[in-house]
């Protein structure tokens, strides 16, 4: 779905969340990329299981005529520096939950950009008849679980030893889910 942007400013930065149209596609591509650099909280290493513009095209147009998908970014002067998405399923059983990710480059953490984002998905969840917003994410990243309760999300459950870091360990992914009955 498209859904109408928004303005906002957070330690004196300004920036706006509106809907991925396919003009964004090569931009996400290569942010993407460098936000896998970035962190080891996302489920790639730099360059795996790369989306390229067209495939980054075909995501963008689906979501936008999907009732129960939503691409949301957030730009700063012009430049997309996060975003996140919103992705269901077409089998009926699955029909009333989608599945949450959000990511945000480094250089603009702590600007309340992916609590924006995530909050602007709640808001649409909630206004489009969906009940339930699922997620996972890695046991270290304590700032995103955090987030994500204090945003109406509680811990479902735990793969353990889901994945495998840089300092040879096993990590573990906590399963969460936000619900609105
Ligand atoms: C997790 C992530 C999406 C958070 O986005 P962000 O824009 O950096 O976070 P926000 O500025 O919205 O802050 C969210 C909360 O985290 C906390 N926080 C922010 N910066 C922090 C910091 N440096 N240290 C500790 N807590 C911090 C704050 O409590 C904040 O909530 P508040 O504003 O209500 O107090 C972002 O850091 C990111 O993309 N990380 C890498 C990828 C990732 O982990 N994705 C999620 C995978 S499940």
């Known amino acids: 779905m498209i859904v109408d942007k928004q303005e906002f400013e957070v330690n004196g930065m300004s920036y706006t969340i509106r809907s991925a149209n396919l003009a964004d596609a090569e931009e996400l591509s290569a942010l ?3 936000i896998d650099g970035e962190t080891e909280n996302m489920d790639r290493e730099p360059g795996e299981a790369f989306i390229d513009v067209p495939g980054f095209e075909r995501i963008i147009q689906t979501d936008a005529e999907s009732p129960r998908n939503l691409f949301l970014v957030a730009v700063v002067h012009n430049r997309i520096v996060g975003f996140s998405r919103c992705e269901g399923v077409h089998l009926k059983r699955f029909a009333h939950k989608v599945e949450f990710g959000v990511c945000v480059c480094k250089e603009f953490w702590g600007y309340g950009i992916g609590k924006n984002l995530l909050k602007q998905s709640i808001e649409w969840a909630d206004a489009n008849g969906i009940k339930k917003m699922t997620l996972s994410v890695v046991e270290t990243n304590e700032k995103a ?13 735990m793969l353990k030893n889901d994945r495998i870091l840089a300092d040879g360990n096993y990590y573990s992914a906590i399963i969460m889910g936000r619900f609105h009955l």
């Open 145 to 157: 679980i955090e987030l994500y309760k204090r945003l109406g999300f509680e811990i479902e459950g």
């Open 32 to 34: 993407r990329v460098q």
